[in-house]
């Protein structure tokens, strides 16, 4: 992790209609950093890495993601992060191979790049007599494992993991972090939301939400002393004790 910020937000705000969905929003975020988003359902997580995506225009505030301005920059934003969500973003009627080349083309690879990468990939996730196989038929942690590598092909800046462990045995889980590490060890930063408090362990910043306003931000060592427990359930219960919003 470096002191270079990637994410940057102030005051960042989404309303629809009467609500206010997220609520001035600010926070920084590093290169190569581990960055948990947390908060129950209904606590305006989607909608703020909604925003950050480049996917929604914000009601108000301000925000730069890689460099670029949310409201101006909308599409180099798309092609500076990768998205991985708990449906894992691939195709199970294709191949892995065919997946691998699809999502490579939408992220404006040349044929070269995309085959040399493909190549590779597939060698590193130990799929190499796999590659013609349909996604469909892999157990759920290759298919895990082939969308977060899919999501990071094109080396971006950012990656956002939305719930990406849902439904997942801890095992496979755990050895998704390990993916998660190495990404961040090459320097690509990680903003990651979970439900699992223990994962907001794995994060080396975490921020929670509730009611659409974020309610803590720090290191989960430092929001375990600040909070006198020696859990990251005890923390997320005690500040989202109070919240008006939920499924």
């Given at each position: ?30 290169k190569g950093e581990i960055f948990g988003f947390l908060g129950a359902n209904g606590a305006g997580k989607t909608t703020a890495m909604r925003m950050l995506c480049g996917l929604s ?160 931000l720090d290191a989960p060592i430092t929001l375990k002393q600040q909070f006198n427990t020696t859990s990251m359930d005890d923390v997320f219960f005690e500040l989202a004790r109070g ?5």
């Amino acid at each position: 992790m470096t002191d270079e910020v990637v994410i940057s937000t102030h005051q960042l705000t989404k309303r629809f209609g009467d609500f206010v969905a997220a609520d001035q929003i600010t926070f920084d975020v590093y290169k190569g950093e581990i960055f948990g988003f947390l908060g129950a359902n209904g606590a305006g997580k989607t909608t703020a890495m909604r925003m950050l995506c480049g996917l929604s225009t914000p009601s108000s505030g301000e925000a730069t993601i890689a460099g670029f301005d949310v409201y101006k920059e909308t599409e180099k934003i798309k092609k500076n992060i990768g998205y991985m969500s708990q449906k894992f973003s691939l195709y199970e009627d294709l191949t892995v191979l065919e997946n691998i080349r699809f999502f490579g083309g939408i992220y404006g690879l040349s044929d070269r790049q995309i085959k040399e990468k493909s190549e590779a990939l597939i060698n590193q996730l130990g799929l190499a007599s796999h590659g013609h196989k349909l996604v469909g038929s892999l157990p759920l942690g290759w298919k895990q494992k082939l969308a977060f590598s899919v999501a990071i092909f094109h080396d971006p800046k950012i990656v956002f993991l939305d719930e990406p462990t849902g439904g997942v045995d801890p095992v496979t889980r755990r050895q998704f972090w390990d993916l998660i590490y190495a990404a961040s060890d090459e320097g690509i930063t990680v903003f990651v939301t979970t439900h699992y408090m223990d994962e907001a362990e794995y994060c080396n910043r975490i921020s929670m939400m509730v009611d659409g306003k974020i309610k803590a931000l720090d290191a989960p060592i430092t929001l375990k002393q600040q909070f006198n427990t020696t859990s990251m359930d005890d923390v997320f219960f005690e500040l989202a004790r109070g919240a008006q919003r939920g499924d």
